[in-house]
């Protein structure tokens, strides 16, 4: 079974930086797409970054939300099946718990248990 392992949470102030990773390990297929979600509460779990690999040419896409382009930055390393979350100037509204989640494409979705990110003074 697959195994995702997240860590890098915790408690920054306002305009600083935190770095989360996610690991897989116990995979049996190409993950297609590694990416980060968040959900604060009362709210709907939303979708941060992702970062697609193409399994022919290993080149990367990337794909992020609007609150948060050109202050986060997600990559991958295919070799460790790792998929890391740059996050800088961060704001109150960051605060959330963060999910990794990999997709394998038809082979199915894993998400992890989820970090606490909190932004506050």
């Known amino acids: 079974q697959v195994q995702l392992v997240e860590s890098g949470g915790g408690l920054v102030q306002p305009g600083g930086s935190l770095s989360l990773s996610c690991a897989a390990s116990?995979?049996?297929?190409?993950?297609?797409?590694m990416g980060w979600y968040r959900q604060a509460p009362g709210k709907q779990r939303e979708l941060v970054a992702t970062v697609t690999s193409d399994p022919r040419t290993s080149i990367h896409s990337t794909n992020y939300a609007d609150s948060v382009k050109g202050r986060f930055t997600i990559s991958r390393d295919n070799a460790k099946d790792t998929v890391y979350l740059q996050m800088s100037s961060l704001k109150p509204e960051d605060t959330a718990v963060y999910y990794c989640?990999?997709?394998?494409?038809?082979?199915?979705?894993?998400w992890g248990q989820g970090t606490q990110v909190t932004v506050s003074s």
């Open positions: 989640n990999v997709d394998f494409g038809p082979f199915g979705v894993e």
């Open positions: 116990r995979t049996k297929f190409w993950i297609y797409t």
